[in-house]
């Protein structure tokens, strides 16, 4: 059981970039992603323990470059971390609800439910994140890639300004 929570939650991180990101994939593409993710997911969480999330981010960002004709951008660094955060955070606000409502719906069972928790756990961050993206985008159309790519790029120059001066400050 173990395992099947770790490739749910391992999935979901895909389907929250995909969910932010809007990059079309084929089925192909689906396949072959989703099996990097679950193999680089699985041998660096049961080997390294939490570089697990940076190897997955390190694929979200090698999906952005392969996705935007081979060129690196923040946007896909964004899409990235997008996706770890809110896997994280909604997974976490969701954990409580989703214990206790299993716990009230199976109060009288004498099945072993010790799993069930977790694994609704791991499957509500692409739900949750999917319905909060649907509302975003209704309420705030104006917010677009066109305005993420704007604050990107000033990130990336306020980055590359700050690299410079600490290069000058050490010698």
Not at 40 to 67: D, E, M, N, Q, R
Request: charged share 10%.
């Amino acid at each position: 059981m173990f395992n099947l929570i770790m490739a749910i939650q391992i999935l979901s991180f895909f389907f929250i970039f995909k969910s932010v990101s809007r990059y079309s994939f084929t089925i192909r593409e689906m396949i072959v992603w989703l099996s990097v993710f679950l193999l680089i997911g699985w041998v660096s969480t049961y080997f390294v323990g939490v570089w697990g999330a940076v190897s997955l981010f390190a694929c979200f960002i090698g999906i952005s470059y392969f996705k935007n004709h081979k060129q690196f951008s923040a946007l896909g660094i964004f899409y990235g971390a997008y996706a770890l955060i809110m896997n994280s955070f909604l997974g976490y606000l969701a954990a409580i609800p989703i214990t206790w409502l299993v716990q009230l719906i199976f109060r009288q069972s004498s099945a072993n439910i010790e799993y069930l928790p977790y694994l609704f756990t791991a499957m509500a961050p692409p739900i949750l994140n999917e319905l909060l993206l649907r509302q975003v985008r209704r309420f705030v159309p104006q917010l677009g890639k066109q305005l993420i790519r704007e604050y990107g790029k000033i990130i990336w120059r306020y980055c590359g300004s700050l690299r410079k001066s600490l290069t000058n400050d050490e010698y």
